[in-house]
């Protein structure tokens, strides 16, 4: 009797664990996360990742105000600035295709961006080509720069590509 | 600008120093380069943290007498640097926008034809900025007229009231054909910026202006018209010239000779 018990409390164990388990796997598997690529060049964005994602807009709504209105076209949070360095390498955008940097999780959380019905999404001339200088404000040139320590040009031509 | 700006934060800015340091900065530099560039450049190289400032007034000079027959030359390079499509290669040729246009006229007495390009004239009274509902029709602090496109609605108030029929609204999406430096796209009006990306980056010129002086027609100079050391403030010195409807009172920053 001890026995059929206890292989009754195995067989209700199993079938309780390969429930809870059918439960969890289509959490596991539900919409499809945003595919985040890293930025073809710099090593670091303008603010940290963690405020950038939270505040982008808010930065990109400041720096739009100040460029029209004021004629200040400062690079660090100038959207041409983001396209540069987020531009895709496979299509050259930012919002071509599915997996691009700002559509990717734009459509995961449903935001519809009107931006790019006039800004243009890839960068003025090719991603390669574009030329490196110190006021594209990346930390790692912004640390260079302070830090006063001589930064080989392979070295600076590196963090460009 | 910029020096003369950092140098008058800590002394008097009287118009002689300021002649003199122009002048001695042109000399300096006019070493390199032609000093007509030199001159353009040191009075507005502004550094990108710095706005534009009220002390400048951008403004063109358009010589009719010398704006040549049958050539489009200013038309097109306004095209390719700002990323509109011209008249010509347009599906809806009505609705085109026109940025800048060629017109030719002829004195039904006298039968003399004029020509002449056609472009927002920076008025600095702009009726298309008191008739926008949204704030979106502004005039900047150097007296480039201009449409704020994340405020305009599309509501066309202001080319009803351009007297120069200088604004059009875009009808279609663009799909990302825009330049980099250019955004426009649909249900925004637009017009002539006086190509201020280039301003702002410092070229000292418009792409219209730079194309008539590579054709060699020398018809349009650009430059600030506050600046009496500028060539264009000389050559409107010297020259008559016209403001286009010079009745409606709205002191223009586009002046005509030869009209």
């Known amino acids: 009797m001890k026995r059929l018990l206890a292989v009754g409390a195995v067989v209700l164990t199993t079938a309780a664990l390969a429930w809870a388990g059918s439960e969890a796997q289509p959490k596991a598997s539900g919409a499809p996360k945003p595919v985040i690529t890293k930025a073809v060049k710099g090593e670091q964005c303008v603010e940290p990742t963690d405020i950038m994602r939270r505040n982008h807009m808010k930065f990109l709504d400041h720096h739009r105000d100040q460029a029209v209105i004021e004629g200040v076209r400062t690079k660090k949070h100038s959207l041409k600035e983001c396209i540069n360095c987020h531009a895709s390498e496979k299509t050259g955008s930012v919002a071509a295709a599915k997996d691009d940097f700002c559509v990717s999780c734009h459509s995961y959380a449903a935001v519809k961006i009107d931006c790019f019905d006039c800004h243009s999404t890839k960068p003025q001339g090719s991603v390669a080509m574009h030329p490196l200088n110190a006021e594209t404000a990346h930390y790692k040139h912004q640390l260079a720069a302070q830090a006063n320590s001589k930064v080989s040009a392979e070295e600076m031509a590196g963090v460009a590509q | ?259």
């Open chain 2, 1 to 259: 600008m910029s020096e003369l700006k950092s140098m008058s934060d800590n002394t008097p800015n009287s118009p002689e120093r300021r002649r003199f340091i122009g002048a001695a900065a042109a000399t300096a530099a006019g070493l390199a380069i032609a000093p007509g560039v030199i001159l353009v450049e040191v009075a507005h190289g502004r550094s990108e943290e710095q706005g534009a400032s009220s002390a400048v007034r951008w403004g063109m000079l358009v010589d009719a007498t010398k704006c040549a027959t049958g050539c489009n030359d200013c038309v097109t390079a306004c095209s390719t640097e700002n990323g509109w499509t011209p008249v010509a290669e347009s599906a809806h040729p009505k609705q085109a926008p026109q940025w800048i246009r060629k017109l030719e006229l002829q004195d039904p007495l006298t039968q003399m034809e004029t020509n002449l390009p056609m472009m927002c004239q920076h008025c600095a009274e702009p009726p298309c900025v008191d008739v926008c509902p949204t704030g979106a029709s502004f005039k900047r602090a150097d007296g480039i007229v201009l449409v704020n496109r994340h405020t305009c609605i599309g509501c066309r108030y202001c080319m009803m009231a351009c007297p120069y029929k200088a604004r059009s609204l875009v009808h279609e999406p663009l799909n990302d054909t825009q330049k980099a430096d250019v955004p426009r796209g649909i249900g925004c009006v637009e017009s002539c910026t006086l190509c201020v990306q280039k301003v702002d980056r410092g070229d000292g010129n418009t792409a219209c202006a730079e194309a008539c002086t590579a054709a060699g027609h020398n018809a349009l100079l650009f430059g600030d018209m506050n600046d009496p050391e500028s060539e264009i403030s000389k050559r409107l010195r010297e020259l008559p010239t016209k403001q286009v409807r010079a009745d409606l009172n709205l002191n223009l920053g586009v002046r005509y000779h030869g009209i």
